[in-house]
């Protein structure tokens, strides 16, 4: 599936929010989660492993989130029918957004379009991207909170094409940093001015 397929795929174009985090704190952030070249490297490894085993590992997230009734809302109408269209809409987006996770340079683009996402989570975007009528937005311990099933389910998958224990482990940790570092930049849309 080309990108262009995606539908409220907006990666790089003029309609994706620009963050407010300049390159030079996007670089102090990267320190502090210890994110090195050596991490990109293993990412664009672990984008090589996972290529074709997307949809095998939205499968086990969707399930995941399916079989909790507090998140599976967030996929709903306000008064708990589940939105189906924009289920499956967002699972494309998260399909290649962990392609663009292993894939994409760290960029100006890049981290504007981490505004983007957070944004989308948030009364500010909330299911505007979708044109459907959810929930108004998510809420940030969620967004947290998620951080971990997101990193421990990935490893059977990044161990599954051969690879050495040692390569895996350092695809891991690359792919547990870029999720920290992301849910980070997500965050700021939530935080009060100036509290970032």
């Given amino acids: 599936m080309t990108t262009a397929a995606i539908p409220g795929y907006t990666y790089g ?3 994706v929010a620009k963050s407010p985090i300049s390159m030079e704190d996007f670089e102090l952030i ?3 989660v210890l994110f090195t070249e050596e991490d990109e490297k293993y990412l664009h490894l672990a984008g090589e492993v ?3 085993q997307v949809e095998d590992v939205l499968d086990v997230w969707y399930s995941f989130v399916g079989s909790h009734p507090h998140l599976i809302r967030y996929f709903s109408t306000p008064d708990g029918k589940l939105i189906e269209e924009y289920l499956m ?4 987006r998260f399909g290649q957004w962990i392609l663009d996770t292993c894939q994409r340079p760290y960029d100006r683009d890049w981290l504007n379009y981490q ?14 991207t979708d044109h459907v009528q959810s929930v108004p937005h998510i809420g940030l311990r969620y967004m947290i909170a998620f951080i971990y099933p997101i990193t421990a389910t990935i490893k059977p998958f990044l161990a599954k094409k051969g690879n050495s224990s040692e390569e895996v482990e350092k ?3 690359a792919w547990f940093k870029s999720i920290v570092l992301q849910v ?12 970032f």
């Fill in 13 to 15: 174009t003029e309609t």
């Fill in 115 to 128: 505004q983007e996402i957070g944004l989308r989570h948030t009364q500010e975007k909330k299911g505007q």
């Fill in 50 to 52: 996972l290529q074709d």
């Fill in 89 to 92: 809409a967002v699972r494309k």
């Fill in 184 to 195: 980070t930049l997500w965050s700021y849309p939530y935080a009060k001015q100036g509290y």
């Fill in 171 to 173: 695809m891991y940790q």
């Fill in 30 to 32: 990267k320190k502090t």
